[in-house]
């Protein structure tokens, strides 16, 4: 190793070209860290004639991965390619050829860390990923040594930044979902199919990551509950401003009497909640801890420089580790075997706008069916639809157990007078003023 760290690159987008513009840029503070030069030596990329963000002489470009993986002189590999079945094969040759490895992909990580993290362990390499969760924000990092000492009870949080910027633009200028979107999309903080974003796929992938690190378990990705923020309109909107709470698309994931529930859905939260101010394209995860309490971390959660400062970070803790000799001991075994909540151990508070018979008797229907679940009413508003001949009933439940909130939904679809259930979402914080 010398007094110089070779890095390899797999990757020259958007995040590549930041990985090299700041170690370039801070070369005498990493030097000053560090002690040696840090570098990168070669880069894969799949078109070497491609117009790129960044001035890199052509020779240090490659199209053939063995150039990379398998250079001596290379002891650490920055992987920002992407996708998952390609990076996860190239990340494992890297291991089997004693090199470190840091990503930013999440996809990856959330379906294959624990793999990786093994492979790493085994060939005594480092595996650092701190970038694939909310971009710049140091989140990984913070719980896994910052909170180390503590319990994680909850983490919860926005981990999208476009879904935040779609609804803060639906929230706070009245815009439809359409529009929002397609100014996310002009504006680049959505992609052409945005589907994994507004759906809440990406939001999924990245609450695995976490809930897999705060609670020391296998969390899979299918273990994750997912609902996205495509069905939400204007009218829930209103309401939810009307009654003190604003929209949300909330990654949540609590850890109690050993047993997990992590889920990704629209979520009205209290405006008073440290993440209701959560704006535009910004990320913020809130995480609970027994010893700590509330704590916050908030940032841009995509970039090319953000993302880029969390995988230098990584490349300096790497670095560090190679100095000490201490390489390929940061993974621990999962503490907890996994078992997940039922819907009868999950609780929380619900909204629910109801389409309904403008009738005398209507209400204490509706009242008595969910007296019959325990399930009492915290807010309550009622507006006629006198055009239409119905009402609107709309109302926020004390905290209940979500299965009790479920066979209350299917058995509103049994009363005469209900002629549609309109729309539900969860509720998080008290709202009264």
């Not at 290379?74 to 494992?92: F, H, S, T």
């Not at 704590?295 to 995509?302: E, I, L, R, V």
């Amino acid at each position: 190793m010398g007094n110089k760290i070779s890095i390899g690159l797999l990757g020259l987008g958007v995040v590549g070209s930041g990985v090299i513009k700041l170690i370039e840029n801070h070369q005498e503070k990493l030097v000053h860290q560090l002690g040696a030069d840090v570098q990168v030596k070669s880069v894969l990329v799949r078109n070497l004639d491609k117009q790129r963000d960044v001035d890199l002489d052509r020779t240090f470009l490659t199209t053939n991965p063995d150039d990379v993986l398998n250079d001596p002189e290379i002891d650490l590999i920055i992987e920002v390619m992407g996708g998952i079945d390609e990076a996860r094969e190239y990340i494992l040759k890297a291991f089997s050829a004693k090199k470190h490895v840091v990503t930013a992909n999440k996809d990856l990580v959330a379906l294959h860390g624990p793999e990786l993290q093994k492979a790493a362990r085994k060939n005594k390499c480092d595996f650092y990923y701190e970038a694939s969760v909310a971009g710049g924000i140091p989140i990984l990092r913070g719980i896994t040594e910052g909170l180390s000492s503590d319990r994680i009870r909850k983490v919860m949080g926005i981990v999208n930044g476009t879904t935040n910027y779609i609804l803060t633009k639906m929230d706070q200028e009245g815009l439809s979902y359409e529009v929002a979107l397609k100014q996310a999309q002009e504006l680049g903080f959505a992609e052409a199919d945005p589907t994994s974003d507004v759906e809440g796929l990406d939001a999924a992938r990245k609450m695995a990551i976490l809930a897999r690190l705060s609670f020391s378990m296998d969390v899979d990705l299918e273990d994750v509950e997912v609902k996205g923020i495509s069905d939400i309109s204007l009218d829930d909107l209103k309401y939810a401003s009307q009654l003190g709470y604003t929209m949300k698309l909330i990654g949540y994931a609590d850890f109690r009497d050993r047993q997990l529930e992590v889920n990704v859905q629209p979520t009205m939260l209290a405006k008073n909640h440290p993440l209701a101010s959560v704006s535009d394209e910004y990320n913020a995860v809130y995480v609970y801890g027994d010893a700590v309490g509330e704590t916050m971390f908030y940032g841009p959660g995509a970039g090319s420089l953000p993302t880029a400062t969390a995988i230098t970070s990584d490349v300096v803790s790497v670095i560090k580790n190679m100095l000490l000799g201490v390489t390929g001991s940061q993974y621990v075994d999962p503490h907890f075997n996994k078992e997940l909540k039922e819907s009868d151990k999950c609780f929380g508070q619900f909204y629910v706008r109801l389409h309904v018979k403008d009738e005398v008797g209507v209400f204490s229907r509706i009242s008595a069916l969910f007296n019959e679940l325990n399930i009492s009413f915290k807010r309550i508003l009622q507006n006629p639809i006198i055009k239409h001949e119905k009402a609107e009933i709309i109302v926020v439940t004390h905290q209940t157990s979500l299965e009790n909130f479920q066979t209350a939904l299917n058995h509103l679809n049994d009363l005469d007078a209900v002629m549609e259930t309109k729309s539900y979402y969860k509720v998080e914080g008290d709202a009264e003023k």
